[in-house]
């Protein structure tokens, strides 16, 4: 067990407002990503870290930012949430030795 | 945009029948993999098959690659409803990223 926490689980926030999602893991993983999952559009990757401070866009980073500053923890930041927002975000790590990803339970989050 | 694309979207089988599922991608790739996600879950990791293999199992799984047409595909034998699911394909990508098909819903009624 890889040990990937996410929290919250659920949030429900309004337009404009900023939101962090966290993912917290234990095994000191060097590679850490954000995805978000829609309905069509299966999995996109948004932000992802090689490292303390090292981080660099994905697919579709727009609208997000990310920090690390401990191997442990991995944010996510809506500067400004926007109803296109709302969707699932999953955290994964990359597992050292192998080319497989181990993923978190996600967040679900919902923009009014 | 995605890599890869999966056929069908959605399978609905009876238990005890076989399931394929086809993923197609389009740039070159050193693995394959197939994930699976269980409804309000995360992606959990089934299996990997590299780009100079052709074809792999594991238990009920049997993944085949062909890389001249650029195509993967997933079979789950003797289907269970515990099978019930969605699957994924994820071809590789510099930095140990992971690209997704848009996957595959998969019912097994009882």
């Known amino acids: ?112 | 945009s995605q890599q890869g694309e999966e056929d069908p979207q959605a399978l609905s089988i009876q238990e005890g029948e076989n399931a394929t599922m086809n993923c197609s991608y389009k740039t070159s790739i050193n693995n394959l993999q197939w994930y699976r996600q269980n409804s309000g879950r995360g992606l959990v990791h089934l299996i990997l098959i590299r780009s100079n293999e052709r074809e792999k199992h594991s238990g009920r799984l049997r993944v085949t690659l062909d890389t001249s047409k650029k195509s993967s595909s997933l079979l789950i034998t003797a289907s269970r409803a515990a099978d019930t699911a969605s699957y994924f394909c994820a071809t590789d990508a510099e930095g140990g990223k992971l690209i997704f098909g848009q996957g595959t819903e998969l019912s097994v009624k009882p």
């Open chain 1, 1 to 112: 067990d890889a040990g990937i926490t996410q929290s919250p689980r659920h949030k429900v926030t309004e337009t404009g407002t900023p939101v962090t999602l966290r993912c917290h893991q234990t095994e000191n993983h060097r590679y850490m990503y954000w995805y978000r999952q829609d309905p069509g559009h299966g999995l996109r990757l948004i932000h992802y870290s090689y490292g303390v401070k090292d981080t660099d866009k994905g697919e579709v980073s727009d609208g997000y930012s990310v920090s690390r500053s401990k191997t442990e923890d991995f944010l996510l930041t809506l500067e400004s949430a926007t109803s296109s927002q709302t969707s699932v975000y999953f955290c994964a790590i990359h597992l050292q030795g192998t080319d497989t990803q181990y993923f978190g339970p996600g967040t679900r989050l919902t923009v009014l």
